[in-house]
């Protein structure tokens, strides 16, 4: 579990600069310039999220069960899997009404996502796991709000055929994910 937590505290830690230090991470990118600093967050991502592999695969072979999540939250998990996928696709999809009117679907995608696997898993590394990236995500989204705010951030308006496009890519994605991939790349079937 400490491998596990090691990685969180540093990919997490990493992802929060925004949240709780603006000032110094505007500076220190003016300082380095904009392809170093996005180099050495790079390395510094991939290590925490190296580690959180490999420390939450090590965790899953000695698993601390703290509840036993009934049966039928694993729709409950697959229907806002479908949701952050949809929520996810928006953060790319250009002039779609969900980004429009959300602002921030990545951090979204990625609270729903979370919040889905803490319904559907009872172990202790799962809660670890998925606890500390829902707590981050409604952290970074309040952050993210704050500061649109602030600046006066205005989003572009939506139209039906990007949000269209939008759901059908994030639907699709979803649907080849748990079928095809969750299952060889996590361990476990969905399904």
Not at 5 to 13: P, R
Not at 44 to 69: K, Q
Not at 85 to 94: L, Q, R
Not at 116 to 131: E, K, Q, S
Request: proline share 5%; hydrophobic share 55%; charged share 10%.
């Amino acid at each position: 579990m400490t491998i596990l937590i090691l990685g969180l505290i540093i990919f997490l830690g990493l992802h929060s600069v925004r949240i709780v230090a603006e000032d110094w991470r505007t500076a220190t990118r003016a300082r380095l310039g904009e392809h170093a600093w996005k180099g050495i967050y790079s390395v510094i991502s991939l290590i925490g999220f190296g580690l959180i592999i490999y420390g939450y695969g090590i965790a899953r072979e000695t698993p601390v069960v703290v509840w036993a999540p009934p049966p039928f939250t694993r729709h409950i998990a697959a229907l806002l899997a479908v949701i952050a996928f949809v929520f996810i696709t928006a953060a790319y999809i250009p002039r779609n009404g969900i980004k429009a009117r959300l602002h921030h679907p990545m951090t979204l995608g990625v609270k729903t996502w979370a919040l889905a696997h803490l319904i559907a898993n009872g172990t202790l590394h799962d809660i670890v796991l998925f606890g500390s990236f829902l707590a981050w995500s409604v952290l970074l989204f309040r952050a993210s709000r704050k500061r649109d705010a602030a600046m006066g951030t205005v989003y572009p308006a939506g139209n039906g055929a990007a949000t269209a496009l939008t759901i059908v890519a994030g639907v699709i994605g979803a649907g080849i994910f748990a079928v095809w991939l969750h299952g060889p790349l996590i361990g476990v079937r969905p399904f």
